[in-house]
T-cell receptor, first 109, second 115 residues
Framework: DAKTTQPPSMDCAEGRAANLPCNHS???????VYWYRQIHSQGPQYIIHGLKNNETNEMASLIITEDRKSSTLILPHATLRDTAVYYCIEGTGANNLFFGTGTRLTVIP | EAGVVQSPRYKIIEKKQPVAFWCNPI?????LYWYRQNLGQGPELLIRYENEEAVDDSQLPKDRFSAERLKGVDSTLKIQPAELGDSAVYLC?????????????FGPGTRLTVT
């Protein structure tokens, strides 16, 4: 069963920030939070991961709460090409990733 | 850098027929994964290889599914015989396990339709 909880769907206006929440209240101390996305008819694509500090890369920012029970993926300026299913996953490198059903983000023109 | 390559991209077969999927991981990646993705669901792991060794095949239906990873590089996933419920997208991924946390790189998948 999925260990993370995400809303099934979200909309975001093009050019605005997309904030995707994730609850992972049972996360272990050595588990990371990973975010992947899957654009229609493609394989999943890695976005970002973090342990307890906030992280930023060229694709997104990841904000993890101090208690590590939840996180938010931020796409600062959403484009139509960001329309995808976004998966929040907790795990260590040695553990297999459990994808769940994710959040379907629709960027609206 | 070339990504994970999978073939074929699409396959339609009749039930009870055999089918095979091929995966070429990113060069140098020691870990290879096969996932199955049903419509509307996230990918589910079938088998994980570290080099040539299958380190986790607990979710692989061994009565009809088999996999191999020759020389720790390419991999083949086979279904024999296929059933209607095997219709899904089969995804291959690879990773380089050189640190505590690492990302997986996915291929485009093979969409299997069993009629």
């Amino acid at each position: 069963d999925a260990k993370t909880t995400q809303p099934p769907s979200m909309d975001c206006a093009e050019g605005r920030a997309a904030n995707l929440p994730c609850n992972h209240s049972t996360i272990s101390g050595n588990e990371y939070v990973y975010w992947y996305r899957q654009i229609h008819s493609q394989g999943p694509q890695y976005i970002i991961h973090g342990l307890k500090n906030n992280e930023t890369n060229e694709m997104a920012s990841l904000i993890i709460t101090e208690d590590r029970k939840s996180s938010t993926l931020i796409l600062p300026h959403a484009t139509l090409r960001d329309t995808a299913v976004y998966y929040c996953i907790e795990g260590t490198g040695a553990n297999n990733l459990f994808f769940g059903t994710g959040t379907r983000l629709t960027v609206i023109p | 850098e070339a990504g994970v390559v999978q073939s074929p991209r699409y396959k339609i077969i009749e039930k009870k027929q055999p089918v095979a999927f091929w995966c070429n991981p990113i060069s140098g990646h020691n870990t290879l994964y096969w996932y199955r993705q049903n419509l509307g669901q996230g990918p589910e792991l079938l088998i994980r290889y570290e080099n040539e060794e299958a380190v986790d095949d607990s979710q692989l239906p061994k009565d009809r599914f088999s996999a191999e990873r020759l020389k720790g590089v390419d991999s083949t996933l086979k279904i024999q015989p296929a059933e209607l419920g095997d219709s899904a997208v089969y995804l291959c991924a690879s990773s380089l396990e050189d640190r505590v946390a690492y990302e997986q790189y996915f291929g485009p998948g093979t969409r299997l339709t069993v009629t």
